[in-house]
């Protein structure tokens, strides 16, 4: 990248200076940022000329100065040259360093990579979740590979990623990984992440995503209509295990809670709200928000189930959750038995709340979004799908409305 460079040659009175020679200093400036650095030559003040940066005169000590620092500014004009030609991160600290030999070890994109996901490793129940690290090991493996394929090396230069690094790297995601479009947009951005430590630690200069905007698909989420989630709660099951993991599928349909916060619920959760009624209070894991939820009936009526199964009470959980593996291929079997022609997951439930309970039903998507502890509205919009019956309905009102006018 191109950048400015401006040197001047000054002298600076060392302390306790009395009379004397002076040492020079070298300021360089590279896109009005400074640094100084000590020339290792004195002279005599009253023969400087401050606004050259040159010693005044013919006489042989003032030439073999003003040749040797001729000499020094030659020199960082080259190095200046070549760090530029290199796209190295040139600025007036990094310029100073290579002057004086002072190299810092280069920054490169795996190594960078690699360490971030091994502080996360270490923070994995604790700031973040296993899942989330294993989609930055992915996108670590399949940079690596990008890596291999478009420019036959392992590592790179933090300085090498720049805007046409984003669009090759979608490009093999897309072609040569055959992901699909958001998948391809989600390992971009977990690369993004990287970039901002980079940035934000000063090892690049340039953000390479400033006019890059990928954007992603919107994706349509299965839901259970209202039809299809009555005949689930009306089925008789003899299966112990498959009425335990559809009772934990209408709880989690009526409360919007995702698998890992149902799993986690403790009894001291279902505590009395403000209305005098029964609420859940509980903090969704993925996000660490508080969500408060009011227990509607067919939710209380699954939890009074349960009160005195021996799993609830020995481990002081409000229902007894299985591991996410099972519930999934439980639900299959469920959703055969129901002729649902659906592919039944815990995150089908939570949609389920979001849209044909709540939403459909007249609640505020502002309450949705604070019973999901979602931490934006817009988060909550993804699941603000109408159906056609509240359309229907709607429409009725404004039948009617006209039919007076």
Known sequence: MRTTLTLLFSMRKPKNYQSGDMPIYLRITVDGQRAEVAVSRKFDPSRWDTHLGRAIGTKADAKALNSYLEGVQGKLHELHRQMTEADANTTAETLKNRFIGKVEKARTLI???????????????????????????????????????????????????????????????????????????????????????????????????????????????DVLTKEELDRLIKKKFDIERLRVVRDVF?????????????????????????????????????????????????????????????????????????????????????????????????????????????????????????????????TTQIYAKVMDHKISSDMQLLREKLAFS
């Open 111 to 221: 190594t960078v990579f690699e360490d971030h996901n091994q502080k996360m490793k270490s923070l994995v129940g604790q700031e973040f979740e296993k899942s989330t690290l294993q989609r930055y090991e992915t996108a670590l493996m399949h940079t690596k590979d990008f890596m291999q394929w478009q420019h036959n090396v392992s590592d790179i230069p933090i300085t090498k990623i720049n805007f046409a690094f984003l669009n090759d790297f979608e490009y093999y995601l897309r072609s040569v990984r055959k992901c699909a479009n958001n998948s391809a947009i989600k390992y971009i951005k977990n690369l993004g992440k990287i970039v901002r430590i980079c940035l934000g630690n000063g090892w690049l200069t340039v953000d390479p995503y400033l006019n890059y905007k990928p954007k992603t698909k919107a994706v349509h989420r």
């Open 250 to 378: 209408v709880f989690c349909c009526y409360t919007g809670l995702a698998y890992v916060d149902v799993h986690k619920l403790k009894r001291s959760e279902l505590v009395k709200g403000i209305d005098g009624d029964l609420w859940i209070y509980t903090s969704r894991k993925k996000t660490d928000t508080l969500s408060r939820i009011p227990v509607l009936p067919a939710a209380l009526s699954v939890i009074k189930s349960y009160n005195e199964h021996p799993q609830c009470i020995a481990e002081d959980s409000l229902l007894p959750v299985m591991s996410n593996q099972k519930m999934n291929a439980y639900l299959k079997e469920i959703a055969d038995l129901c002729k649902i022609n659906k592919l039944l997951t815990l995150n089908i439930a939570r949609h389920t709340f979001a849209t044909t309970v709540t939403l459909n039903n007249g609640v505020p998507i502002e309450s949705v979004a604070k019973m999901m502890g979602h931490t934006s509205i817009k």
